[in-house]
């Protein structure tokens, strides 16, 4: 029997039960769906994490401070960087572009009978453009606010928002720690990411937090930036290389510090996404495997109904792989179908989802075809036992059936 004539007659049969057969589709249709619009919520989560690691600074390293230890137990953070490192890796390497330490600390911030908790960052001009900021209004801070201590500040969107409203601060004072601080700039919204929002700061010269605020001689980091991107991974060996040798850290001991650079915050995080879009994705395909056992449910059904049609059909000459041909098309056929919808629903839901929910949605081309291939494998495998019980069956027995 030709395939084009047996799909045509899987279709008609199909139809003769319209119901059952839609009834029978909804379980394919429904987990094509959810697969599709699961994988596009992982896929959205994981653009939007490269999106805001990228939007924190153009070729990256941050260095840290290490961890104190107490008999092997970590009980806080180092207090070995200093300005005296900033100025040797901006003086003695060769792959770092910019340079710009970093302090910081929570604070309470007042204007007039407002107040809010914000992170004060003391730091340098270079940490707008490494950081990627804009200023919105006024200016970011100089070399000279650097020299001169001055208590000027810069509020990012967020703090903004929390002590003036819709107003402009630029040149009105705010107390931090009782000390007053002249607003001289206000930064672009970069929007908040997980558990740290970007806008919820208050920049202030390095020099005015470590001497005139929090009386300290220690730097909590140093934000760089190598010469490209290519170069990031050498910019870092570099800066090690560097540090071990100026805290007078020797092979075998750990040093009391650490780096961590853009590609490997990027590769943590898309790690993160992968197994979640992974773990969406199972979820839903729990109801393709639903939907598979409610087509093997089905088609036994109709083998059973049809078995005086099977009898008729090998007496007239159909062999084995025709009746075996036959039952097996039409179970891909309600999966083909099942599946397409699906696809459409699935789309569908995903921006649905990106509309109502906010949350980004990407649709990748391959969960589409990962869908529909599972829902055409789905068909083969939950139709192969019911059509091999059709094409078994005994001419005479299926003949006496009634």
């Given at each position: 029997?030709?395939?084009?004539?047996?799909?045509?007659?899987?279709?008609?049969?199909?139809?003769?039960?319209?119901?059952?057969?839609?009834?029978?589709?909804?379980?394919?249709?429904?987990?094509?769906?959810?697969?599709?619009?699961?994988?596009?919520?992982?896929?959205?989560?994981?653009?939007?994490?490269?999106?805001?690691?990228?939007?924190?600074?153009?070729?990256?390293?941050?260095?840290?401070?290490?961890?104190?230890?107490?008999?092997?137990?970590?009980?806080?953070?180092?207090?070995?960087?200093?300005?005296?490192?900033a100025a040797a890796i901006e003086k003695e390497t060769t792959l770092i572009k910019s340079i710009s330490p970093e302090i910081s600390q929570g604070e309470q911030v007042k204007y007039g009978n407002k107040n809010t908790n914000t992170s004060i960052?003391?730091?340098?001009?270079?940490?707008?453009?490494?950081?990627?900021?804009?200023?919105?209004?006024?200016?970011?801070?100089?070399?000279?606010?650097?020299?001169?201590?001055?208590?000027?500040?810069?509020?990012?969107?967020?703090?903004?928002?929390?002590?003036?409203?819709?107003?402009?601060?630029?040149?009105?004072?705010?107390?931090?720690?009782?000390?007053?601080?002249?607003?001289?700039?206000?930064?672009?919204?970069?929007?908040?990411?997980?558990?740290?929002?970007?806008?919820?700061?208050?920049?202030?010269?390095?020099?005015?937090?470590?001497?005139?605020?929090?009386?300290?001689?220690?730097?909590?980091?140093?934000?760089?930036?190598?010469?490209?991107?290519?170069?990031?991974?050498?910019a870092g060996k570099e800066v090690e290389k560097l540090l071990l040798k100026r805290h007078k850290i020797y092979k075998g001991k750990e040093p009391d510090f650490y780096i961590r650079t853009q590609l490997e915050?990027?590769?943590?995080?898309?790690?993160?996404?992968?197994?979640?879009?992974?773990?969406?994705?199972?979820?839903?395909?729990?109801?393709?495997?639903?939907?598979?056992?409610?087509?093997?449910?089905?088609?036994?059904?109709?083998?059973?109904?049809?078995?005086?049609?099977?009898?008729?059909?090998?007496?007239?000459?159909?062999?084995?792989?025709?009746?075996?041909?036959?039952?097996?098309?039409?179970?891909?056929?309600?999966?083909?179908?099942?599946?397409?919808?699906?696809?459409?629903?699935?789309?569908?839901?995903?921006?649905?989802?990106?509309?109502?929910?906010?949350?980004?949605?990407?649709?990748?081309?391959?969960?589409?075809?990962?869908?529909?291939?599972?829902?055409?494998?789905?068909?083969?495998?939950?139709?192969?036992?019911?059509?091999?019980?059709?094409?078994?069956?005994?001419?005479?027995?299926?003949?006496?059936?009634?």
């Open positions: 029997m030709l395939l084009w004539a047996v799909i045509k007659l899987s279709l008609r049969t199909l139809m003769s039960n319209k119901m059952r057969t839609f009834l029978t589709m909804l379980g394919i249709i429904i987990g094509v769906a959810a697969v599709i619009a699961m994988i596009s919520l992982g896929e959205g989560a994981k653009m939007q994490v490269s999106k805001t690691i990228e939007s924190l600074g153009s070729n990256l390293l941050i260095v840290s401070p290490g961890q104190k230890k107490f008999r092997h137990v970590r009980s806080g953070i180092e207090e070995t960087l200093t300005m005296n490192d960052t003391g730091t340098t001009p270079e940490y707008l453009d490494i950081r990627n900021y804009k200023v919105k209004d006024g200016r970011f801070l100089n070399k000279e606010d650097i020299i001169f201590l001055r208590r000027v500040c810069i509020l990012g969107a967020t703090a903004t928002a929390d002590l003036f409203g819709e107003g402009s601060p630029v040149g009105k004072s705010v107390k931090i720690r009782g000390v007053n601080f002249q607003v001289i700039g206000v930064l672009e919204a970069k929007g908040q990411s997980g558990w740290f929002n970007p806008d919820d700061q208050v920049f202030i010269p390095i020099s005015t937090a470590m001497k005139r605020l929090f009386g300290v001689d220690y730097i909590r980091s140093i934000n760089l930036q190598s010469v490209s991107l290519d170069k990031i991974e050498d915050m990027l590769s943590s995080m898309r790690e993160v996404t992968k197994t979640f879009t992974y773990l969406l994705g199972g979820i839903a395909s729990v109801s393709l495997l639903v939907g598979g056992i409610g087509i093997m449910n089905i088609m036994l059904v109709s083998v059973t109904e049809r078995t005086r049609e099977i009898g008729i059909r090998k007496a007239v000459g159909a062999k084995k792989r025709d009746i075996l041909k036959q039952f097996l098309i039409e179970s891909v056929v309600i999966c083909l179908i099942g599946g397409l919808i699906g696809i459409g629903l699935g789309i569908t839901l995903s921006k649905v989802i990106s509309h109502l929910g906010e949350w980004n949605t990407v649709v990748a081309s391959y969960s589409i075809a990962l869908a529909f291939f599972f829902a055409i494998a789905i068909g083969i495998f939950f139709g192969l036992y019911p059509a091999r019980r059709a094409a078994m069956l005994d001419p005479i027995q299926a003949l006496r059936y009634e």
